[in-house]
């Protein structure tokens, strides 16, 4: 199995600022993933994070809005730039260790 | 292609019911799915999965059916409780892909 935690695990922000989102797990992994999840609503991948790599985005989604770094194996941030409203949601880190994806607390970013 | 349709939205069930969610998918590359369940406030947690080598897995109460020929595959949940209230979301991946697609998500009710 995998230990995910998250940092913040919630937060009220104002709009045009920024938020940077921790993610730690508890041993080494090569592919750790986020994802936004609006409420009531399925898992929408953000982007891919390797170690040693630039992150790959998925369409809709750019790196100057959510900028990701992954200085190692086990540690990972998010950031959501020049936050607006449609921004409020839940961020979930997850990682993939053999055949499983394990996720994170998430979280939850409400923007005002 | 890439969808996995998944229905109910929601579903209430009697507590000592069986519980049944249903996904559909196109892709025929797809080699592995895995169930997730997750509580208001958690991430998902890999509940079940199921490779298409096999027609049914079960785990407990919770069983996976597999029907490669019409591509669809479900979760039974038996003897429910209320414990099981829950979100429900089925996903697809194929061995050539990190990514895994997701159904849209059931809310599952157990009334006692």
């Known amino acids: 199995s995998a230990v995910i935690s998250q940092k913040p695990s919630r937060d009220i922000c104002q709009r045009g600022t920024s938020l940077t989102i921790q993610c730690q797990v508890d041993s080494q992994v090569t592919m750790m993933f986020w994802y936004r999840q609006q409420p009531g609503q399925s898992l929408t991948l953000i982007a891919t994070a390797n170690q040693g790599s630039e992150a790959t985005y998925e369409s809709g989604f750019v790196i100057d809005k959510f900028p990701i770094s992954r200085p190692n194996l086990t540690f990972s941030t998010l950031t959501v730039s020049n936050m607006s409203p449609e921004d409020s949601s839940i961020y979930l880190c997850?990682?993939?260790?053999?055949?499983?994806?394990?996720f994170g607390p998430g979280t939850r970013l409400t923007v005002l | 292609q890439q969808q996995v349709k998944q229905s109910p939205q929601s579903l209430i069930v009697q507590k000592g019911g069986i519980s049944i969610i249903n996904c559909a998918y196109e892709?025929?590359?797809?080699?592995?799915f895995p169930w997730y369940q997750q509580f208001p406030g958690k991430g998902p947690a890999l509940l079940i999965a199921?490779?298409?080598d096999v027609s049914e897995k079960k785990e407990g109460r919770f069983t996976i059916s597999f029907n490669k020929s019409a591509k669809q595959f479900s979760l039974h949940i038996m003897d429910s409780q209320p414990g099981d209230s829950a979100t429900y979301f089925c996903?697809?991946?194929?061995?050539?892909?990190?990514?895994?697609?997701w159904g849209a998500g059931t809310k599952l009710i157990i009334k006692p």
């Open positions: 199921i490779r298409p």
């Open positions: 997850s990682v993939r260790r053999e055949d499983t994806q394990y």
């Open positions: 892709n025929t590359a797809f080699d592995y």
């Open positions: 996903a697809a991946r194929s061995g050539s892909n990190y990514q895994l697609i």
